[in-house]
């Protein structure tokens, strides 16, 4: 089926209709909509079906996922029942300072001076069936409130239909409005939070008319123990702005995040909303679905080659992910400890596009820093490891010693195939006699599934042998030979030569032994002998 649809529609009061939409996370939701009152029984089943929010997820990385909705105002909480209850009856309006939001939180809210101002149309919840009443902005402004309302019900539509869905009114009908930092609307509660060292942003939905004069220009601030945090470098101009959609030649309504969010270290915050514009000609807008987003960016982890030898070198990469609306987020961190099997090399390679980044990486422990500008998906921190063990390493959630700013990731693992060395010898010859020459062949082969690194093979001659030559040796005395391979790959062998004089007038059994060994490969020997 399509990404977004209907089923059914009523046509009587009674009957029951569908509409549905597919997420990647949360899979498919469903929303039933009843015409007529239903039983609270069958909402709690209903209700109880439907998937809960997710949190993001590793596993994708530069694949963002929607930012989470910590706290979102519908103004849907008006004096009759709240969405799924009967509409709001004629005549009914509600000002802000007399709102309070759903349950649990039952967020109350604040505006200064003339932004709560029925005469101005400041301030006032209302929906496309809410009539103009007596002392407002006058009919012809209401009006056109009201069809911003329903416009903006498209977005997170009430039950009973779009033009019965709630927005607070800015109409600033005559008077001049203060202009930042005096809020038009804000939050007079603690919002709590999952978890502290979170990135936080927000997003309005936002009707507009009247652009052929003063034009709206909203931000979005936290606020974090008292202390205003902007999240818009600049201000939404709902007139202007491409994420909006024209209504007619002179309505336009968006959904508008915020360009950055910011790093709050408390377990809860509030926000408020500012208009930098103070001119009453146009600057006529409503607003709605005030939404307070958790925007912390998805750190995943990866090896590559996820296969190598013992002793070999793995690239780690690591990925951090910004959710999907793309605001910057500056000083995320993270400490990576790795396990006791994996060291970083020695020439790290530590390479990484982004910004602002700092990298320390030394032994077990990897310690990054870093920006997401506005706009970027992702970016990489990716730097060389060491196996020293064979088996399988993991790297996962519980090595992020430390962390501000990211989602922990999922795991990553790499293997480290061993090698299995063996040596063996032959010579030209089983009977010799004195002073004659002995022409011994060695051969080393890897058996195992992984490379054998710093393969080091050795041949020591008995008394009575001395060498005449051993081709390649980086190492010779009178009576040893030694050769250094820096790597035998799996299944592949090297072979060895040595020429050797029997000495004297010596008789008996010579036996030459030869022996191999390499970086956390197995040892071995093998011998060749001849009779004198």
């Not at 079906?49 to 963002?64: K, N, Q, R, T, Y």
């Amino acid at each position: 089926p399509p990404e977004r649809g209907e089923g059914y529609r009523p046509a009587n009061n009674g009957d029951l209709y569908v509409t549905y939409a597919r997420t990647r996370r949360a899979g498919w939701w469903l929303r039933y909509v009843w015409t007529s009152p239903v039983p609270a029984i069958f909402v709690a089943v209903c209700m109880a079906l439907l998937p809960s929010v997710a949190s993001a997820d590793p596993g994708h990385p530069g694949v963002p996922d929607d930012p989470k909705v910590v706290f979102v105002e519908r103004f849907e909480n008006v004096q009759n029942p709240p969405d799924p209850g009967p509409p709001v009856v004629a005549g009914q309006h509600e000002l802000l300072n007399a709102y309070t939001g759903p349950a649990p939180l039952a967020m109350t809210y604040f505006a200064q001076g003339i932004w709560i101002d029925l005469g101005q149309c400041n301030g006032v919840i209302l929906s496309a069936n809410t009539p103009v009443p007596g002392g407002s902005c006058g009919a012809t402004p209401w009006s056109e409130l009201q069809v911003l309302a329903q416009a903006l019900g498209n977005f997170e539509p009430p039950a009973s239909g779009a033009a019965f869905n709630h927005v607070l009114a800015q109409w600033t009908s005559s008077n001049p409005v203060p202009t930042t930092p005096d809020p038009t609307i804000r939050t007079e509660k603690d919002i709590p939070l999952e978890a502290q060292h979170r990135f936080l942003t927000g997003s309005i939905d936002i009707g507009v008319t009247s652009c052929d004069v003063a034009h709206p220009a909203l931000r979005f601030f936290l606020i974090d123990a008292g202390t205003d945090i902007p999240v818009e470098t600049g201000a939404v101009d709902p007139c202007t702005d491409p994420r909006g959609t024209a209504l007619n030649a002179e309505m336009r309504y968006g959904r508008f995040a915020a360009n950055s969010a910011a790093l709050i270290n408390a377990a809860n915050v509030r926000f408020k909303v500012t208009n930098n514009q103070g001119d009453f000609t146009g600057n006529d807008y409503a607003v709605d679905n005030l939404r307070l987003l958790d925007g912390t960016p998805q750190l995943d982890k990866a090896f590559k080659p996820n296969r190598t030898s013992v002793g070999g070198i793995t690239r780690l990469t690591f990925t951090i992910t910004n959710t999907s609306e793309l605001a910057g987020k500056p000083g995320w961190s993270f400490t990576d400890k790795l396990p006791k099997t994996l060291r970083v090399a020695k020439q790290a390679n530590v390479a990484t596009d982004c910004p602002n980044a700092a990298v320390n990486a030394r032994k077990r422990n990897i310690r990054v820093q870093g920006d997401l500008n506005a706009g970027m998906v992702s970016c990489q921190v990716s730097l060389d490891v060491k196996v020293l063990k064979p088996g399988k390493h993991t790297n996962g959630r519980a090595n992020i010693a430390k962390h501000r700013g990211i989602e922990l990731p999922g795991q990553a693992a790499v293997r480290a195939l061993p090698a299995k060395l063996t040596i063996a010898k032959a010579v030209d010859r089983a009977r010799a006699y004195p002073g004659e020459k002995l022409n011994y062949t060695i051969t080393v082969r890897n058996k195992g599934k992984g490379d054998a690194k710093k393969v080091r093979v050795c041949d020591q001659l008995p008394n009575g042998l001395k060498f005449v030559k051993a081709p390649g040796a980086k190492k010779r005395s009178a009576s040893k030979a030694c050769w250094r391979v820096a790597t035998i790959a799996a299944g592949k062998s090297v072979k060895f030569r040595v020429t050797a004089r029997i000495t004297g007038v010596f008789s008996g059994r010579l036996v030459n032994t030869a022996t191999v060994n390499g970086a956390a490969a197995n040892a071995a020997a093998a011998t060749a002998p001849v009779t004198v």
